[in-house]
């Protein structure tokens, strides 16, 4: 089983609707992250977690929320998505030197 | 702020080139960690390499060498007689290590492109 999971992989939604990303890991890390990917841009931090009481804006955080509902669980939600949220999201997990295990990402349309 | 700058968004080579991919980091901490991941095509994120902002020491493995200098702020990364496979994305990231904590900032990164 892959350490960090993240479902669904692939999603297509209209826009207006409130889509959540799920995330869950095994690596026994406090600190969550979920990114954006865009050609072009790279990988934008989204929202950051340290532990579970713990939640951070990243970057780009307008239009997103997240919870973590524990340690080794991490969701971030589009309350009312839109087309430009079309991307690639990748949820990952770091130890406290920063080195990050990645899911496979979660490929969501908004159409 | 803590930045990092790819400045090389795509690089073409043929089989057997040595190619060097740069990176130039910002921070204002004297404690940080630098990384390097590569992205397939398959699209998943594969850790590479980290260094710690002490340890300047450059890294040699296989065909990958790591070049650290913290008198230009630069973390390059160097593949010695390239090979289809190494096409991909490569980033670079920088994660400082203050007790607050921040998180890891990536580079917008670089496509190699690696033709036989």
């Known amino acids: 089983d892959a350490d960090v999971t993240q479902t669904p992989r692939n999603r297509i939604t209209k826009t207006g609707k409130r889509i959540m990303l799920e995330c869950s890991q095994t690596k026994g890390h406090d600190r969550m992250y979920w990114y954006r990917q865009d050609p072009g841009l790279g990988l934008r931090l989204i929202y950051y977690s340290f532990d579970v009481k713990d939640i951070n804006k990243g970057e780009i955080s307008d239009g997103y929320s997240v919870s973590r509902q524990a340690q080794a669980k991490f969701s971030l939600s589009l309350e009312s998505a839109i087309p430009n949220q079309t991307a690639l999201y990748f949820c990952a997990t770091s130890d406290y030197r920063g080195t990050a295990f990645f899911g496979q990402g979660t490929r969501l349309t908004v159409v | 702020a803590q930045k990092v700058t790819q400045a090389q968004t795509e690089i073409s080579v043929v089989e057997k080139e040595d190619v060097t991919l740069d990176c130039v980091y910002e921070t204002r901490d004297t404690t940080y960690y630098l990384f390097w991941y590569k992205q397939p095509p398959s699209g998943e994120l594969v850790f590479l390499i980290r260094r710690n902002s002490f340890d300047e020491q450059n890294e040699i493995s296989g065909r990958y060498s790591w070049n650290f200098q913290k008198s230009t702020s630069s973390f390059n990364f160097t593949i010695t007689a390239s090979q289809v496979v190494d096409s991909a994305v490569y980033f670079c990231?920088?994660?400082?290590?203050?007790?607050?904590?921040?998180?890891?900032?990536f580079g917008k990164g670089t496509t190699l492109s690696v033709s036989s």
């Open positions: 990231a920088l994660s400082e290590a203050t007790q607050a904590g921040t998180a890891l900032i």
